[in-house]
């Protein structure tokens, strides 16, 4: 019978019809409502990214154990708008022996202790991780060949004491120019590590001795020779080195990835982050107020300053200004200050100025 009936009874219009005849559509996502409960996975494995590869991550799982093993991992899709850096610690389900075309699941980032970060430049707010959990940062320098940068070892100190990271500093290529005069500009930096390094005298027992029991990420300019310290430290990491360009005095991008290498010692074991090189590092990301921090010795006299004090040329009573004037910091001082200054003027509103991120 069709739904209208035949019946000239106008009390029963539709006959037989009832609301057992009404047609439900499927859900077209699926039989089952969606839900906001995501499983605990309560038999996740944890371990460290290593690197991060167009969406694939290489996972170390097992770690220091006789199981130690590497496999590949996605994420899931609950993680998608979180960013999974090298260094992180995450928990994996899934296929998770690491056989050849096998894929396991990240399902959760574990508590980061430590985040180094930069942007774009000085104006952009939206940071870039740059790895995770490090509490040591490596700044490669080269003495010639490309020309060393004080502001930029500057940049790189603000943004590991703004990360809680110690920083370790090396100077290569000290077989091509004296390093001293560089050197120089971070002399009152008492406890500031220096190493240094010739084509045919590489500190690698120093330096691997410096890395036992942490994790340290390498950052530098590009054709400093980041890459064959890592290589030095590391036989088996064949990380791609390059020159520098004679006619601009600029090395080129060799190292594209960030990659976490284990480095092996008879006192113990520590990892070494080696990341691409950099021709610049914007700092937006970082708090004003934590800027002279990147200046340890300025910042033992700015506790004289008045409240307030902005550092800059024209403030008043400032005591950085003073000690500079009066030649207490020798001719470094008046540099650093310098570098503070330009960091200020450009990173905190209102006080005029700009200098770039490529600021020599």
């Known amino acids: 019978m069709s739904w209208w009936s035949d019946s000239d009874d106008d009390d029963e219009p539709y006959g037989e019809y009832d609301e057992s005849s009404v047609r439900v559509r499927p859900n077209p996502k699926g039989n089952r409502p969606r839900t906001k409960q995501r499983p605990g996975h309560e038999d996740a494995l944890t371990g460290r990214v290593l690197s991060v590869d167009r969406g694939r991550y290489t996972v170390l799982l097992d770690e220091d154990e006789p199981t130690e093993h590497q496999l590949t991992a996605s994420r899931a899709r609950e993680l998608r708008k979180q960013a999974i850096v090298t260094g992180d610690r995450v928990d994996l389900v899934g296929d998770t022996t690491g056989e050849d075309g096998t894929l396991a699941r990240i399902v959760r980032i574990g508590e980061r202790t430590t985040l180094l970060r930069r942007s774009a430049d000085d104006t952009d707010a939206v940071e870039r991780i740059i790895v995770a959990n490090a509490d040591q940062m490596l700044i490669v320098i080269a003495a010639a060949n490309p020309e060393p940068r004080v502001r930029l070892v500057d940049r790189y ?30 002399g009152a930096l008492d406890h500031l590590t220096v190493f240094t390094s010739a084509r045919d005298a590489m500190p690698t027992a120093e330096l691997a001795a410096a890395l ?120 470094a001082g008046a540099v650093r200050l310098d570098s503070l200054q330009r960091l200020l003027a450009t990173l905190k509103p209102g006080l005029g100025g700009s200098a770039s991120a490529d600021a020599p």
């Open 157 to 186: 100190l603000v943004a590991a004491y703004d990360a809680g990271v110690t920083p370790l500093l090396c100077i290569t290529k000290t077989d091509l120019a004296d390093p001293a005069p560089f050197l120089a500009n971070f």
């Open 212 to 331: 036992v029991g942490h994790t340290t990420v390498a950052v530098g300019h590009s054709g400093v020779g980041k890459s064959t310290l890592v290589n030095a430290l590391v036989p088996d990491a064949h990380r791609a080195t390059g020159h520098v360009n004679e006619v601009t005095g600029r090395g080129r991008h060799t190292s594209s990835s960030t990659v976490s290498l284990r480095v092996q010692t008879d006192a113990g074991r520590g990892w070494i982050i080696d990341t691409p090189g950099v021709r610049s590092f914007g700092l937006g990301h970082v708090d004003p107020a934590n800027i002279l921090r990147g200046f340890p010795d300025l910042d033992a006299i700015a506790q004289e300053c008045p409240r307030g004090c902005t550092h800059l040329p024209d403030a008043p009573d400032c005591a950085i200004v003073e000690a500079v004037e009066a030649g207490k910091l020798g001719p």
